[in-house]
């Protein structure tokens, strides 16, 4: 049990900002009015996603200076649940983006980049579906994957700041204190963070754990 | 004198303009007042427990394949 902490913070985390992040005090702004509570939401998946890919190229990095396959399971299965975490926060953002700018898509910076990052990631698992050779796959797609994951900055921190965004915080610097965020989301906004982070963690530990049993009986028979 | 007490007349107006513009965001205050958004809470609260749960009966599945395969 004292070994799952984690996962148990993850699910208090969660939980708290669901409850609290529907009855809790939320400025009221024009254009945004309530759906400024998806804050909790639909952001904490991006930073769960940012932080899961970061894990992802750890490992990648990891193996290239060990050769050691757990390091490629472990990045791939990460890679795999970031990017579901990533398309989370794609389907939430344009159903959001629907009713606050009027269009389920709109042709701003973080939007293309964040389509654009996902195709990149999407090019990671069919690299790894087209080499057979075990070690030679790991170690291509750890390559790749350092290359995919500073596209990943470039294009969903740096860019979106150096152009005007419809993302609030862009064109200069994302400050969280201009309007957006209050003491009182803060202290929702931040839990949902490192909850969502937690729960995506603990699905690459299951991804992870599933992977190299599988791996195991493949080896023994 | 008289175009100060224009500047500050304009000013008032565009001050109190602003506020009511404010306070006329529309918000869920009905949805709040009637208490049926603890609804929505508790439903969102139970489809997340489930999958907690489902995902804690994973973790164990797996747990025990792991124990198997050390055991051999």
């Known amino acids: 049990m004292l070994k799952n902490w984690w996962k148990i913070l993850a699910v208090l985390l969660v939980t708290y900002t669901i409850i609290e992040g529907f009855l809790g005090k939320v400025p009221a702004q024009p254009i945004l009015h309530e759906t400024i509570r998806n804050l909790y939401f639909h952001v904490p998946m991006w930073f769960a996603m940012m932080a899961i890919m970061l894990g992802s190229v750890v490992y990648s990095i990891k193996y290239l200076s060990s050769s050691d396959i757990n390091h490629d399971i472990n990045a791939a299965q990460s890679a795999h649940v970031g990017m579901l975490v990533g398309a989370l926060g794609l389907i939430t953002g344009s159903v959001w983006a629907r009713y606050t700018w009027g269009a389920w898509w709109v042709a701003d910076t973080k939007l293309n980049g964040a389509a654009i990052t996902t195709l990149i990631y999407l090019a990671y698992f069919v690299l790894r579906g087209s080499v057979d050779e075990e070690q030679k796959r790991a170690r291509v797609a750890a390559v790749y994957n350092i290359f995919a994951y500073v596209m990943l900055i470039v294009f969903l921190m740096i860019l979106p700041r150096m152009n005007d965004s419809l993302h609030p915080g862009n064109g200069g610097n994302p400050g969280f204190n201009k309007y957006d965020l209050d003491s009182n989301m803060r202290m929702v906004f931040y839990p949902a963070v490192i909850g969502w982070i937690l729960l995506a963690i603990w699905i690459v530990n299951l991804r992870v754990r599933a992977e190299k049993i599988k791996r195991n009986l493949l080896m023994n028979n | ?72």
């Open chain 2, 1 to 72: 004198m008289k175009k100060n007490a224009a500047l500050f007349t304009f000013l008032f107006l565009s001050i109190s303009g602003y506020s009511q513009q404010n306070s006329n965001v529309e918000m869920a205050n009905d949805l709040y007042l009637s208490g049926k958004i603890y609804v929505v809470v508790t439903v969102l609260s139970i489809i997340f427990i489930g999958i907690v749960i489902y995902l804690i009966a994973l973790d164990r599945k797996i747990c025990k394949l792991e124990k198997e395969i050390n055991k051999k």
